[in-house]
């Protein structure tokens, strides 16, 4: 056909906003959102026109314009910020929001944030109280300091530690442990913005006590440990414990601080995974400042949570940079109700989705999987194939950076069809399906699918499937 005559085959807008599925739309959603849809979806037919696209895929489109409309509308008043699948078995997947919070502590978030609260309250003296006030009891009881505060997250726990102790001063740090975090986060350009001078010591690979120890003068501030998260270094290493540096701590008088990174308050070794160290064990050992992140293996909301001493905590609480790093009631909220499972292992274990993820087990997993598969198999489309395959999961969020955990993965394989279509088409579900792609087929983990997410997952993947069918690819 002339090119002409396909372009008067496209619908006038005034014709598409008498039809009926449109006036459904216009009853549901502003009229200008609907005429930016329909003008999208027009302009891309004319665009295929003049890049002379196949025929048939413009007659196609023209035919399904109204479909299509409705979907360019419902995804422009659809949130932006969504809920989705994490099939990747990346269990603290910064990019999916890293931790999950349990849904029973919702009703209390939910009572807080729909009401006034007590947040800068004192109910018993009815006076102004601090925000930081409903936490310090909990975390000091969860990991044994004098004193605790909270901010917005982990890198701004360090900054804000770093000046207040050691502005203008210096700061004793391994070259070790000089590391960068995703995102940006690098220990040597947070000591600069902290105005706190830093202080290399030792190599990439060994640092001695006596490193440090050369290195302390009358204007060191602090010794730093930085918890190498998201690396090791392997073979010909060795670094100086926390336990080690309080010798030096009681003989120069100078205060030793850990960023922990991860900060977890139990011993995973005992569910098999590797040792990292616990918030309670540096305290223990005579750490003065502890700092770690709420949202990773914690299991809580984005937050920063710093425990020590009290003299020092009490000194944040006033350095003008605590404004500005100030939590919101909504990460107290959160992590108050995470924090109250801490109080007993067992429910610890069972109540935080990210605990509980990373300790499943492999039976369980299997169990979920066959269920699964058993869905999946059912759906009367026959250009794929399902297999339950071993694989290992990551804990993710540039924690144990070495650590494979065992699980089961459901594995999918398409014929004659493009695997990264599907793999897109998971993504455009009305939940989306986040899945990982490796050597032209999809993998599903089961570790970070929650039972109640079985069925969303099935209905993604029938979703791929037919939207693949009418593709022809
Ligand atoms: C993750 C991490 C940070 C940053 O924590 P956020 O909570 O993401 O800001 C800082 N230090 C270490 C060692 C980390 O692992």
Do not use: W
Request: glycine content about 6%.
């Amino acid at each position: 056909m002339l090119e002409k005559n396909l372009f008067t085959l496209i619908p006038k807008v005034d014709d598409l906003l008498g039809k009926e599925n449109i006036i459904n739309l216009l009853n549901t959603m502003p009229r200008n959102m609907v005429l930016d849809s329909i003008r999208e979806e027009t302009e891309l037919i004319r665009e295929k026109i003049k890049n002379k696209i196949q025929e048939d895929e413009i007659i196609g489109d023209i035919q399904r314009i109204e479909t299509n409309i409705i979907k360019n509308a419902e995804l422009k008043s659809s949130y932006k910020l969504k809920r989705v699948v994490n099939a990747t078995g990346v269990v603290v997947h910064t990019n999916l929001g890293r931790s999950v919070i349990n849904e029973k502590i919702m009703e209390n978030i939910n009572e807080v944030v729909t009401h006034y609260s007590n947040l800068e309250y004192d109910l018993t003296k009815g006076i102004r109280g601090s925000r930081y006030s409903h936490l310090e009891e909990i975390i000091t009881k969860c990991t044994g300091a004098e004193a605790a505060m909270i901010v917005n997250n982990n890198a701004a726990a360090v900054l804000l530690v770093l000046n207040t102790i050691a502005k203008d001063r210096e700061v004793i740090v391994s070259r070790g442990e000089l590391i960068e975090i995703g995102g940006s986060f690098r220990v040597p350009d947070v000591m600069t913005q902290s105005g706190a001078c830093l202080v290399e010591v030792g190599t990439t690979n060994k640092t001695h006590l006596f490193d440090y120890e050369n290195a302390v003068n009358e204007s060191t501030a602090a010794l730093l440990k930085v918890h190498t998260s998201n690396y090791r270094i392997l073979g010909f290493t060795s670094s100086v414990s926390a336990n080690e540096l309080v010798e030096l701590k009681q003989k120069y008088n100078v205060p030793i601080i850990e960023d922990l990174g991860s900060g977890v308050l139990l011993d995973l070794s005992k569910y098999g995974l590797e040792y990292e160290p616990t918030v309670q064990d540096s305290i223990k050992n005579g750490v003065d400042i502890v700092t770690f992140s709420g949202d990773k293996l914690l299991g809580g909301p984005q937050a920063g949570i710093i425990v020590g001493k009290r003299e020092y905590i009490e000194s944040m609480k006033k350095n003008p940079l605590t404004r500005a790093f100030r939590v919101d009631k909504f990460t107290i909220a959160a992590l108050e109700g995470t924090l109250k499972y801490y109080l007993d292992e067992d429910s610890a274990v069972r109540e935080i989705p990210t605990i509980r993820m990373l300790t499943d087990s492999l039976d369980l997993l299997e169990n979920k999987a066959l269920k699964l598969k058993s869905y999946i198999d059912n759906i009367d489309i026959d250009y794929f194939d399902s297999t339950i395959e071993d694989d290992y999961s990551e804990v993710g969020g540039g924690s144990l950076p070495l650590e494979k955990i065992p699980t089961k993965c459901l594995v999918l394989s398409l014929y004659d069809k493009s695997v990264q279509r599907f793999e897109e088409y998971l993504r455009e579900f009305s939940i989306p399906i986040i899945a990982r792609l490796y050597k032209d087929r999809v993998y599903f983990d089961l570790r970070t699918i929650e039972e109640d997410e079985l069925s969303i997952v099935v209905e993604g993947i029938k979703f791929a499937l037919e939207e693949l069918k009418e593709c022809n690819l």
